[in-house]
T-cell receptor, first 115, second 115 residues
Framework: GAVVSQHPSWVICKSGTSVKIECRSL??????MFWYRQFPKQSLMLMAT?????????EQGVEKDKFLINHASLTLSTLTVTSAHPEDSSFYIC???????????FGSGTRLTVV | GESVGLHLPTLSVQEGDNSIINCAYS??????FIWYKQESGKGPQFIID?????DKRQGQRVTVLLNKTVKHLSLQIAATQPGDSAVYFC??????????????FGKGTKLSVKP
C-alpha cells in the first residue's frame, strides 16, 4: 500500500503566529504532493500542488505568501500558515500518489484552530 | 469553472439495505474517478476507482458505475453496515498527457445507517 503521515493532528495557535504542518510519504517517494483545506461540513478544496525541488503551484485565490509550501525532499512537504488568523481555522489535509497504487493516499489531516 | 457535484447531500438507510450515492461531473476531459469515505476528523479513505474506459467496477461490497454519456458516477454499497456511516466524496482527475494531475472533489454525501 501507500502511507502518508501528517503531523500534527491538531494544533491551537494564537493570532499572528505561524504554524507548520508536515506531510510525509512513508513507504514511497513523492515528487508531487497536494494540499487541501476543508471547512466543516464542506468538501475538500485544493490549495496547492507541492513539487519537489521547485515552486509550488497555487490554486486561484490562495495566497502563496500566507500559505508557504516547501517540498525539499522526495518524502516531505510542509505547509506553513503564516500570521494566522481565526479565519484560517480549518482542517488541512495532504495527499500523494504512489506509483502503481490505486488512487491518491491522504494524510490523517491537521485540525488548526487559531485563537 | 468545471466541477463535480452530487445529487443528494444526505442519505439515511436501514442496516442491511443497499445504498446508492450519486455524483455528477462536468469535465468531459476527466478520465479517472475515485470514491472516498471520510469519517469525522479523519482524512479521506480510498474506496474504489474507475477509469473512463470502463463503465463498471466492483470491489468488496461496493460497485462503481460510470455513465459517460450523462457524466454520472454512482457508488453502490451492498448490505450497508453501521460502520459505513460517513461522508462519501467522488473525485475526478484528468491524467491525460501522463501527468498526475490533481483531484477535484464533489460536495459529499453523508450516509447514515440506522440499526
Amino acid at each position: 500500500g501507500a502511507v502518508v503521515s501528517q503531523h500534527p493532528s491538531w494544533v491551537i495557535c494564537k493570532s499572528g503566529t505561524s504554524v507548520k504542518i508536515e506531510c510525509r510519504s512513508l513507504d514511497f517517494q513523492a515528487t508531487t504532493m497536494f494540499w487541501y483545506r476543508q471547512f466543516p461540513k464542506q468538501s475538500l478544496m485544493l490549495m496547492a500542488t507541492s513539487n519537489e525541488g521547485s515552486k509550488a503551484t497555487y490554486e486561484q485565490g490562495v495566497e502563496k505568501d500566507k500559505f508557504l509550501i516547501n517540498h525539499a525532499s522526495l518524502t516531505l512537504s510542509t505547509l506553513t500558515v503564516t500570521s494566522a488568523h481565526p479565519e484560517d481555522s480549518s482542517f488541512y489535509i495532504c495527499s500523494a500518489r504512489k506509483p502503481g497504487v490505486y488512487g491518491y493516499t491522504f494524510g490523517s489531516g491537521t485540525r488548526l484552530t487559531v485563537v | 469553472g468545471e466541477s463535480v457535484g452530487l445529487h443528494l447531500p444526505t442519505l439515511s438507510v436501514q442496516e442491511g439495505d443497499n445504498s446508492i450515492i450519486n455524483c455528477a461531473y462536468s469535465n468531459s476531459a476527466s478520465d479517472y474517478f475515485i470514491w472516498y469515505k471520510q469519517e469525522s476528523g479523519k482524512g479521506p479513505q480510498f474506496i474504489i476507482d474507475i477509469r473512463s474506459n470502463m463503465d463498471k467496477r466492483q470491489g468488496q461490497r461496493v460497485t462503481v458505475l460510470l455513465n459517460k454519456t450523462v457524466k454520472h458516477l454512482s457508488l453502490q454499497i451492498a448490505a450497508t453496515q453501521p460502520g459505513d456511516s460517513a461522508v462519501y466524496f467522488c473525485a475526478e482527475n484528468s491524467q491525460s498527457g501522463g501527468s498526475q494531475g490533481n483531484l477535484i472533489f464533489g460536495k459529499g454525501t453523508k450516509l447514515s445507517v440506522k440499526p
